[in-house]
């Protein structure tokens, strides 16, 4: 296992993903950033929901692209992404629990 710093709307978060991944993880950490620095000011929202927010918008991309391209969104992920999906999940969840306190 490897880890990967990422900095998403004026936050620092580690992330640990799988040796080799660590650019790919990088790349979907700035994307994540991207989204979140298009929403302007939202540094009074929780990190939870700031990160809602930019799952919504790019889930709301994937499915404009995928119905552009004809094809249904498939229902299964890629080999890997679900353990990575819920190891994020996890950190989230007990990033959130810490902010409430």
Known sequence: MS???????????????AEGEEDHVTGLGEMIASKIDAMGDIS?????????????????????A?????EAPSPSLPRGTAQRLETIADRLENLASRLEG
């Open 3 to 17: 880890n990967v710093k990422l900095a998403i709307g004026g936050r620092h978060f580690t992330v640990a993903c």
């Open 66 to 70: 995928t119905a552009r391209s004809g």
């Open 44 to 64: 009074s929202q929780s990190e939870t929901r700031m990160l809602l927010f930019a799952a919504l918008l790019l889930a709301d991309e994937l499915h404009d």
